[in-house]
């Protein structure tokens, strides 16, 4: 009998690991709402219980929104009509089975400051390039992926939400060339046990670049984008995703911060264009797209907060990167700083990714105003060696130059009008490399 008990229990535990592959995943939580992002294998039906940590009785029932491609299927839960400024906890039951309940899991509501109070301190963290090894299908030698112990240390810092700057994933030959190969890497990487602490640890907000989109360097000619789309928004609970001809742009605030989030990919002209055609910035090449461009310059202008944090896979400023960088789109890159030059855009402060070195380039604007590209790399991915040509750059904060893994971990704190956002580059067992710190009163063009 005791032997019959003990097969039965390892049964239902295999059962439950065949039954859910990952999750949760908490996505954005809000004033009022919040979003969790789950991975099932099997027919079952999935409900997400979630209570006041206060109000245990006050327990409510939310149902799975599911979706399937393939052999994939994943639920999102949209948890509506909390209370601001709570402590929620949530876990995932099977409605249909007798399975048990998912692992508890929490989450706090922002609090409702405007018009009220100043605006709430907080962190978030950021970083890109997150390559997780996979022998069979990755190239000979040298593993590229490394230490993967950087996502349990980053789930122990108290922060309100991380920002994933793209190369979230690396697509493979073996996953770029079909539809389900997208659907396997994406799913596959998002079911590692490293992250299953992170995910839970804090809301997620992510953009893309080449890697978690398509083959290195692709644009708007890969010939997945659709699905590569649908993929993206089927693994990120973002609020929002592009226009109606398409894109995964979108924006978000947090206190008195503004997030842009940007799309470099979906209408990205090849790399390999002229930058300019007889002495004349290349009209043809463009790498976010008129329409994306002219959305990125209104919500710029009808922006009030403290700092306005634009996100782009590929970097903004580097007149030194050779490569990947807006510097090589002309039209594109002088239309954006001029304009944010001739409308007086305060607060504006750039992040980006894919380099697989940090560093923080700046470059002077009208009337002293330092405007400044933070780019954070690699989370796991290798590292690259900057070239002695991109350390002779007079833009380059040189202290801010880090060739290791790394994360950034963000802090907004102080006085209305005297806000300062302090930026931290962080090793991999949690150890601060290097910071550097924006004053608000600093990021500001003389009025007319």
């Known amino acids: 009998m005791r032997n019959h008990l003990l097969l039965f ?24 709402t919040a979003s969790v992002w789950y991975a099932l294998e099997g027919d079952d039906l999935w409900e997400l219980e ?16 599911e979706s399937r491609r393939f052999e994939f299927r994943m639920a999102k839960f949209y948890l509506t009509g909390l209370a601001e400024g709570t402590t929620y906890h949530y876990r995932i039951v099977c409605r249909n089975t007798t399975l048990p309940p998912g692992e508890r899991a929490s989450f706090r509501t922002p609090v409702l400051w405007q018009y009220r109070q100043p605006a709430p301190d907080f962190s978030f963290l950021a970083g890109s390039c997150a390559y997780f090894n996979e022998a069979q299908f990755d190239r000979p030698g040298r593993p590229y992926g490394g230490d993967s112990t950087i996502f349990e240390t980053m789930s122990k810092e108290p922060a309100a939400f991380m920002l994933w700057l793209g190369d979230n ?12 190969g997208l659907w396997y890497r994406a799913y596959r990487d998002r079911s590692l046990p490293c992250l299953g602490k992170f995910w839970k640890a804090m809301g997620h907000y992510a953009i893309w670049d080449d890697h978690d989109y398509g083959p290195n360097n692709e644009g708007a000619a890969f010939v997945f984008k659709e699905e590569a789309t649908r993929v993206f928004n089927a693994f990120w609970n973002n609020p929002s995703a592009g226009s109606r001809e ?40 463009r790498m976010l797209g008129k329409e994306q461009l002219q959305w990125l310059k209104n919500q710029l202008a009808n922006s009030k907060a403290s700092f306005k944090i634009i996100a782009n896979g590929s970097n903004f400023l580097n ?29 504006v402060v750039m992040m980006s990714g894919d380099r697989h070195h940090s560093d923080v380039i700046c470059n002077n604007l009208r009337d002293g105003y330092l405007l400044c590209d933070i780019t954070n790399s690699a989370l796991t991915s290798g590292v690259h060696r900057t070239s002695d040509y991109e350390r002779s750059n007079p833009d380059l904060i ?10 950034t971990r963000a802090s907004v704190r102080g006085a209305s009008g005297e806000r300062v956002l302090k930026i931290e580059f962080v090793g991999t067992a949690g ?6 710190e924006f004053l608000q009163k600093d990021l500001r063009f003389l009025k007319n």
């Open 9 to 32: 229990i390892l049964w239902i535990a295999f059962d439950v690991h065949a039954q859910v592959r990952t999750g949760p995943v908490l996505g954005p939580v809000e004033f009022r």
């Open 169 to 180: 994933w690396y697509y493979r030959e073996s996953d770029y060339n079909s539809n389900w």
């Open 246 to 285: 398409g894109g995964i742009y979108t924006r978000f605030s947090y206190s008195d911060v503004d997030f842009f989030l940007l799309d470099s990919r979906s209408f990205r002209d090849s790399d390999e264009l002229p930058d300019s055609v007889g002495g004349v910035p290349n009209p043809d090449k």
């Open 398 to 407: 040189a202290s801010m130059l880090i060739e290791q893994n790394n994360y």
């Open 50 to 65: 979630c209570w006041p940590e206060a109000s245990p009785e006050a327990l409510r029932r939310f149902p799975a929104e």
């Open 319 to 347: 007149r030194f990167n050779r490569y990947d960088c807006l510097v090589h789109y002309p039209v594109e890159y002088n239309e954006l700083l001029h304009f944010i030059e001739d409308e007086r855009i305060d607060g």
């Open 431 to 436: 150890q601060a490399l290097s910071s550097m």
